[in-house]
């Protein structure tokens, strides 16, 4: 049974922070092996596949419920540090949001830190460095955490050995923080050109110095992909599996919502039957990472979001202030649903309601 | 009960107890294209015997007319169309027995036989194999279009599974109100060739429940739904049913869910160590190595 991470100001990135199966809490359903349909009335006796442990009982939401966030100084001036989701937080696709860059400079100028923490694994940070630049945002790469880096930075923690190879399902993001940080990989982008013939006598040879395959969002998803990773987790023996993050759609672009990571994942988890560690929100890995590294309490800091199973849970799990903004994919009538059961401290329309001394309306 | 291991002892009444024997076909029948040592002639020496037949297949890539001619050609043509239910049949009836409007379409995320057996039942399917060759556009001033007529997604085996066929499935299952998410069943692995394993349906079909964030209506094994159309085929009831099967949580779960008599060959995905090991709960009435050891059996004193 997995222990929920606990905010200590003490340890250093530990494997208990790693939640094994972080799914959100409301997919719960989706865990607990297939519903066997009984058309002919018959009793059926539910699957037991041991393999999807119910980890949900980590991951206890907060009960009390959200306010509007009325008073925007009060919050800034008690944390120190603000950690921002990106996409539908600071932009839509490739377009800034309204009053951004005010917002953070504002924020800046009172000697808030920032901290940006995206589960898309696209790109690495280098690569989202120049993306804030070319909207114009004063942000440095250093301050960005994208899953990517997570990736690399937990095979890092654990001391993988370099002599040991990554399998990549994913996007160039993470085959440059992999090399950034002096791991061999192998796959990524590239296998998607690989076709496989199913015919007698065929086999697929696989690498057996893989000792991880690293699974995030892939556009060039096949089946050739599906089946050297499966081949790693299944022969190898002690091979990890690793998933950047699990959000079922994504915003691509901003006009429409996209299949995510959690397709990918989703897809190893149906042949390996094995769950994978996740380093993305909503675990705590990259929180308690950057929390050890610039040496911040948890408690100082403020998770600002669109999404509640991830960004809000992520705040939530690391133990600080969560501040909900509904300039993404959640809108005021999902966050009061009586199915909702995640409840942020707060929650405004966007970030930059920071600068209006009252409410904004929402 | 422990698994018994069948032999002479116990084989005879195990045999007059049952009218039907049920097969499932990949590990037990065949591996990939290569027919498994003495199956063709432990098939016919058992409808010698005067038994029923049946093979229930959860490889939704074919149709049943196309498995019938598998048989055929791999040298066991006494094996009729009527007597295969393959999980891509079962699909289709699926949508029959819920009287599935026929002015909605199905999107299948799978091969050529869910199409086929769509088309039979008088339903219209995209999709299919030929979406293997689409790629999906992300540019911010174009949408990912897709067809608001879409009642029921499809799920199965796809080995030319891509990004824009997880996409389209996600948003008719997310977008299109009361679209049904259909999986023709969920094997983690199979034996699509001789010489190793490779990922099943349960792979597409996990792929789509990440996305959709929803659970699917789960056609094959180890769901019952296809032992309707075969109790009403032969009118028998199915404790005198034997179900043959390589897996344990499709094949010998099925049969137990039905009240079958249940047969656990070693030939495909189980060992004899996953059988015996401590944690295995899905435990068959008995177990052998291989279909033809039957054939030894029946024909012994």
């Not at chain 1, 901003?254 to 993305?280: C, F, K, Y």
């Not at chain 2, 389209?168 to 699509?192: K, Q, S, W």
């Not at chain 2, 189980?270 to 054939?295: A, F, H, Q, R, W």
């Amino acid at each position: 049974m997995l222990s929920r991470s606990v905010a200590s100001a003490v340890s250093p990135v530990s494997s208990s922070s790693l939640l094994q199966n972080s799914k959100p809490i409301f997919c719960l359903k989706t865990l607990s092996g297939y519903r066997s349909s009984s058309f002919c009335g018959g009793s059926i006796r539910k699957i037991n596949h041991k393999r999807l442990r119910m980890t949900s009982s980590t991951m206890t939401p907060r009960a009390m419920a959200t306010q509007q966030l009325e008073n925007a100084d009060q919050l800034i001036d008690s944390v120190e540090t603000f950690i921002f989701d990106c996409d539908g937080v600071i932009w839509k696709g490739d377009k800034l949001i309204e009053g951004v860059p005010e917002t953070l400079d504002m924020l800046r100028a009172k000697g808030k830190r920032l901290v940006f923490v995206t589960n898309n694994s696209t790109k690495s940070r280098k690569q989202y460095g120049k993306k804030f630049e070319t909207l114009g945002l004063n942000v440095n790469e250093e301050e960005i955490f994208a899953s990517s880096f997570a990736a690399a930075a937990y095979l890092q923690s654990i001391n993988f050995p370099k002599d040991k190879k990554v399998y990549v399902i994913g996007e160039e993001g993470i085959l440059k923080e992999l090399e950034l940080a002096g791991f061999q990989y192998l796959g990524g982008p590239d296998d998607g050109k690989r076709q496989i013939e199913l015919k007698p006598g065929f086999l697929m040879e696989h690498d057996h110095d893989v000792g991880a395959v690293v699974v995030g969002f892939d556009r060039y998803f096949n089946y050739y992909k599906i089946q050297y990773g499966t081949l790693c987790i299944r022969e190898n023996p002690g091979c990890l599996f690793i998933a950047t993050n699990r959000d079922a759609v994504t915003h691509l672009t901003d006009a429409q919502e996209w299949a995510g990571g959690g397709s990918m994942v989703g897809a190893l988890v149906g042949s390996t039957q094995r769950e994978p560690l996740v380093v993305g929100k909503p675990s705590t890995f990259m929180m308690d990472y950057l929390a050890d590294k610039f040496g911040i309490q948890k408690s100082q800091i403020c998770m600002v979001g669109d999404r509640l199973d991830t960004d809000i849970l992520f705040g939530q799990n690391g133990g600080c202030k969560t501040l909900l903004v509904l300039s993404g994919v959640t809108s005021i009538s999902m966050l009061e649903s009586p199915e909702n059961k995640i409840q942020p401290d707060f929650y405004t329309s966007k970030i930059s309601d920071f600068l209006s001394p009252k409410a904004a309306t929402v | 009960m422990a698994p018994q291991l069948l032999s002479s002892r116990n084989f005879k009444s195990l045999f007059d107890s049952v009218d039907t024997f049920l097969f499932d076909c990949d590990g037990v029948i065949w591996k990939g294209e290569k027919l498994i040592d003495g199956v063709a002639q432990t098939l016919d020496l058992i409808r010698s015997k005067g038994k029923n037949l049946v093979f229930v297949t959860n490889n939704s890539v074919k149709s049943r007319r196309q498995y019938a001619e598998k048989f055929r050609s791999l040298g066991v043509p006494s094996v009729t169309q009527d007597e295969i239910f393959s999980s891509s049949f079962a699909a289709a009836m699926y949508l029959k027995v819920n009287n599935f409007h026929k002015d909605k379409k199905v999107y299948v995320i799978g091969g050529e036989g869910i199409l086929e057996e769509l088309q039979i039942a008088g339903f219209t399917g995209l999709g299919g194999p030929e979406d293997g060759e689409k790629r999906a556009q992300w540019k911010s001033n174009s949408l990912f279009e897709h067809d608001k007529s879409v009642g029921a997604v499809v799920v199965g085996l796809d080995p030319n599974i891509n990004y824009y066929k997880l996409q389209y499935g996600t948003l008719c299952v997310r977008e299109n109100p009361g679209c049904l998410f259909i999986a023709t069943n969920r094997d983690a692995v199979g034996h699509m060739t001789d010489l190793q394993e490779w990922p099943g349906a349960g792979c597409m079909v996990a792929a789509m429940c990440g996305s959709t964030e929803r659970e699917p209506i789960v056609v094959g094994k180890p769901s019952t739904f296809m032992m309707d159309f075969l109790l009403q085929k032969f009118g028998t009831e199915t404790s005198r049913m034997c179900m043959v099967g390589d897996r344990l949580d499709t094949d010998i779960l099925f049969g137990q869910n039905a009240g079958c008599k249940t047969l656990l060959v070693l030939t495909g995905v189980t060992s004899e160590s996953n059988l015996l090991k401590e944690g295995n709960e899905i435990e068959p009435d008995y177990y052998t190595s291989t279909v033809s050891d039957m054939m030894k059996l029946m024909e012994s004193p």
